[in-house]
Nanobody, 118 residues
Framework: QLQASGGGLVQPGGSLRLSCLAS????????VRWYRQAPGKQRDLVAG???????NYADSVKGRFTISRDNAKNTVYLQMNSLKAEDTAVYYC??????????????WGQGTQVTVSS
């Protein structure tokens, strides 16, 4: 139902754009959030976007990351600039999706690895 993509290896200071595609039987996509989990650490919220495109960010990524959505494509993006080694993690998207009017459920994507290293 959710497919995260766009991860990879990038040097410090570089950029990546992650995508989270919702597919299948979809009536509406609500709020979408990106989380990340580094080895041995808990999964933390990175950024979120509401159905009306209101956004919020973790303090550690403010000014560097931008979350956006294309409702026509059922896709949410996370543009990551000025990447640092501490951004290295598996990034997961989470979305609230209605498969029928009024029937909402939460879904997780499979995760995409982001490695920031020289």
């Amino acid at each position: 139902q959710l497919q995260a993509s766009g991860g990879g290896l990038v040097q410090p200071g570089g950029s990546l754009r992650l995508s989270c595609l919702a597919s299948g039987s979809i009536f509406s996509v609500g709020a979408v959030r990106w989380y990340r989990q580094a080895p041995g650490k808990q999964r933390d919220l990175v950024a979120g976007i509401s159905s009306r495109s209101n956004t919020n960010y973790a303090d550690s990524v403010k000014g560097r990351f931008t979350i956006s959505r294309d409702n026509a494509k059922n896709t949410v993006y996370l543009q990551m600039n000025s990447l640092k080694a501490e951004d290295t993690a598996v990034y997961y998207c989470n979305a609230v999706i209605a498969t029928r009017p009024g029937i909402w459920s939460g879904y997780w994507g499979q995760g995409t690895q982001v490695t920031v290293s020289s």
